[in-house]
T-cell receptor, first 111, second 115 residues
Framework: LAKTTQPISMDSYEGQEVNITCSHN???????ITWYQQFPSQGPRFIIQ???TKVTNEVASLFIPADRKSSTLSLPRVSLSDTAVYYC????????????FGKGTKLSVIP | DSGVTQTPKHLITATGQRVTLRCSPR?????VYWYQQSLDQGLQFLIQ???????AKGNILERFSAQQFPDLHSELNLSSLELGDSALYFC??????????????FGPGTRLTVT
């Protein structure tokens, strides 16, 4: 399983764009990059997933460079309700699809 | 609301006891995953079932076992409980035909406290 490295914490003001970068140097050919959000005492929530280039949905964008050794989750115009822990995961597109969570990035949005 | 239900929401029990946690996946989801989240270990994968069969095992202790029933609900059995088993236990479900293979839907969790 590819190991991921992401900042332990980040602070941002309301209304700003937040970019959280994740490093995954040992990513394999079959691996996908997935991001989850977790609020205290709640289960994680799927945000976005990508394999290469750029993926965008109604919540976030995911930028993946050509070498796929890193990825950046972009949250546009964050609000206080975006305060949460964000997990970057790398997992194979084949097999059991089990998820391995790291420490995540605790994002604090300041008014 | 993810569509995944877990009962009970809270459970307090004593060391040495046995408990059963229950999970009902989203309608139509065949895969069920169990995760444990504790303060020191973070969120850890325990075990996965797919359509009634065990598919993958993670860091699950021998004192723990699980099963998935024909109606696709799943139960996680924890026995000979120790203080260190106190944690949040999450169940998640997914469909293997999803466009995103790692899109799992997590339940609200069961908070287990062992005293």
């Amino acid at each position: 399983l590819a190991k991921t490295t992401q900042p332990i914490s980040m602070d941002s003001y309301e209304g700003q764009e937040v970019n959280i970068t994740c490093s995954h140097n040992n990513i394999a050919t079959n691996d996908y990059i997935t991001w989850y959000q977790q609020f205290p005492s709640q289960g994680p929530r799927f945000i976005i997933q990508g394999y290469k280039t750029k993926v965008t949905n109604e919540v976030a964008s995911l930028f993946i460079p050509a070498d796929r050794k890193s990825s950046t989750l972009s949250l546009p115009r964050v609000s206080l309700s975006d305060t949460a822990v964000y997990y970057c995961l790398v997992a194979s597109g084949a097999g059991s699809y089990q998820l391995t969570f790291g420490k995540g990035t605790k994002l604090s949005v300041i008014p | 609301d993810s569509g995944v239900t877990q009962t009970p929401k809270h459970l307090i029990t004593a060391t040495g006891q046995r408990v059963t946690l229950r999970c009902s996946p989203r309608s139509g989801d065949l895969s069920v995953y169990w995760y444990q989240q504790s303060l020191d270990q973070g969120l850890q994968f325990l075990i996965q079932y797919y359509n009634g069969e065990e598919r993958a095992k993670g860091n699950i202790l021998e004192r723990f076992s699980a099963q998935q029933f024909p109606d696709l609900h799943s139960e996680l059995n924890l026995s000979s409980l120790e203080l260190g088993d106190s944690a949040l236990y999450f169940c998640a479900s997914s469909t293997r035909t999803a466009a995103y293979p790692h899109e799992q839907y997590f339940g609200p969790g069961t908070r287990l406290t062992v005293t």
